[in-house]
């Protein structure tokens, strides 16, 4: 009884810490998109990766697009460098302020925040859409070891062709009422002119008029009867 009652701890019952879950045995890597990943969109892309040792072993992590098994785009941030490459151009510091463009992607080096931690490291960036990316592209993140070790996952990101911006949805509304009354407009000017008789058929009735009144007057005498 004396031993139970020592170990009763003397805090309150409620005073506990929950287990904090296990930690990865490997390299991990996860990301997101920010925004519609459209032609004339500005987007933010992100990438969480984690070393089980530390984050310093991390090399670099980046984000693809992916299409078919083909690479059309990826943009690579180096972790110790703190370096950004932009398709096959040179890498750039971040702290430059010299934009990078390749075939799908515009960026700014200066955008991309980091994120340290013992295991961990949390990346973000803008990019602003060149061309229109086919609907059947991917989005793959990857990270990268200093031993060699990639591992990649594959995120639910959509895809859109189309150029929809709310300043292009904006304009289009516009139009689409200009036209709209423009047409109503016409057709209405259109009715109006054929409901309206025109000169011709104001003269064909005058003379047709004129016909009828010379036989009337000839067939009256002028003691007023009739011939």
Not at 89 to 100: G, H, V, W
Not at 130 to 150: D, F, L, S
């Amino acid at each position: 009884m004396a031993i139970a009652v020592v170990a009763v701890p003397t805090g309150p019952l409620w005073a506990f810490s929950a287990p904090h879950p296990p930690q990865p045995k490997q390299l991990t890597v996860s990301g997101f998109v920010i925004g519609r990943i459209a032609k004339g969109n500005k987007i933010r892309l992100g990438i969480l990766a984690f070393d089980p040792r530390t984050f310093t072993d991390l090399q670099s992590v980046a984000v693809a697009l992916i299409l078919h098994g083909q690479v059309l785009e990826r943009v690579t941030f180096f972790v110790r460098e703190q370096q950004l490459q932009l398709g096959d151009q040179p890498r750039i510091d971040i702290s430059k302020t010299a934009s990078l463009t390749s075939g799908f992607f515009r960026m700014n080096p200066r955008t991309v925040r980091l994120i340290r931690g013992t295991f961990a490291i949390r990346v973000t960036m803008w990019a602003v859409v060149r061309e229109t990316v086919p609907k059947a592209t991917t989005v793959r993140v990857v990270a990268t070891g200093e031993g060699g070790q990639v591992t990649y996952a594959k995120e639910k990101v959509g895809i859109y062709g189309g150029f929809l911006t709310w300043g292009t949805f904006a304009i289009g509304f516009l139009l689409a009422l200009l036209i709209g009354a423009f047409l109503a407009n016409l057709r209405w000017s259109r009715r109006y002119r054929a409901l309206r008789p025109s000169i011709w058929d104001v003269l064909e009735r005058r003379l047709r008029e004129e016909r009828v009144r010379p036989g009337l007057l000839a067939g009256v005498g002028a003691d007023g009867g009739s011939p």
